[in-house]
T-cell receptor, first 115, second 111 residues
Framework: NAGVMQNPRHLVRRRGQEARLRCSPMKGHSHVYWYRQLPEEGLKFMVYLQKENIIDESGMPKERFSAEFPKEGPSILRIQQVVRGDSAAYFC?????????????FGSGTRLTVV | EDQVTQSPEALRLQEGESSSLNCSYT??????LFWYRQDPGKGPEFLFTLYSAGEEKEKERLKATLTKKESFLHITAPKPEDSATYLC????????????FGTGTRLLVSP
């Protein structure tokens, strides 16, 4: 049973380009969460999605960032017109449902570097 | 606003030297306190969830405890393979499903 799969593992983008990060949740998991980890900072919540629905996007920057979790295929975190401050590790986690206490399974992350 | 503070930032132990990591929190109605382990270049790995003061959970050399204001992760007779960053996170009544993380404690266990 494969875990949460994120790709690419490493992504380098020039300022102004777009970054697309993909996350395939564990089999049977329908809830996806995205977190960002800046250097020397803790993990920060970005967005919580279920299939075809954004449930909580309170941690998403208002501009340039968007997320989706379509009926078929992986969840996508999209960053338009990237800037140096977007350089960070982006982690995806999944859970089977709104299950109290479930510890979420995290992927290995995508490390985005903006040059 | 929910907050989590972990101490110390870094801890160096000799193999077999037991110690504790601290996680202090302020939250509007605790719906769970989580401990994770994170190795370099990897995602967090779930260890424990605690819900109420007085609760304790154990896994191998690790034991997590919870009070109304803080949690401790006790490491008994650690081994070099316990070296990692240990993260604490809380979920609150008002935070929906999101976890609020501390910045972690980097543990290094020397042989």
């Amino acid at each position: 049973n494969a875990g949460v799969m994120q790709n690419p593992r490493h992504l380098v983008r020039r300022r102004g380009q777009e970054a697309r990060l993909r996350c395939s949740p564990m089999k049977g998991h329908s809830h996806v969460y995205w977190y960002r980890q800046l250097p020397e900072e803790g993990l920060k919540f970005m967005v919580y999605l279920q299939k075809e629905n954004i449930i909580d996007e309170s941690g998403m920057p208002k501009e340039r960032f968007s997320a989706e979790f379509p009926k078929e295929g992986p969840s996508i975190l999209r960053i338009q017109q990237v800037v140096r401050g977007d350089s960070a590790a982006y982690f995806c986690a999944s859970s089977p449902r709104d299950r109290e206490g479930y510890g979420y399974t995290f992927g290995s992350g995508t490390r985005l570097t903006v040059v | 606003e929910d907050q989590v503070t972990q101490s110390p930032e870094a801890l160096r132990l000799q193999e077999g030297e037991s110690s504790s990591l601290n996680c202090s929190y302020t939250v509007s109605g605790l719906r769970g306190l989580f401990w994770y382990r994170q190795d370099p270049g990897k995602g967090p790995e779930f260890l424990f969830t605690l819900y109420s003061a007085g609760e304790e959970k154990e896994k191998e050399r690790l034991k997590a405890t919870l009070t109304k204001k803080e949690s401790f992760l006790h490491i008994t007779a650690p081994k070099p393979e316990d070296s990692a960053t240990y993260l604490c996170a809380v979920r609150s009544n008002t935070g929906f499903q999101k976890l609020v993380f501390g910045t972690g404690t980097r543990l290094l266990v020397s042989p």
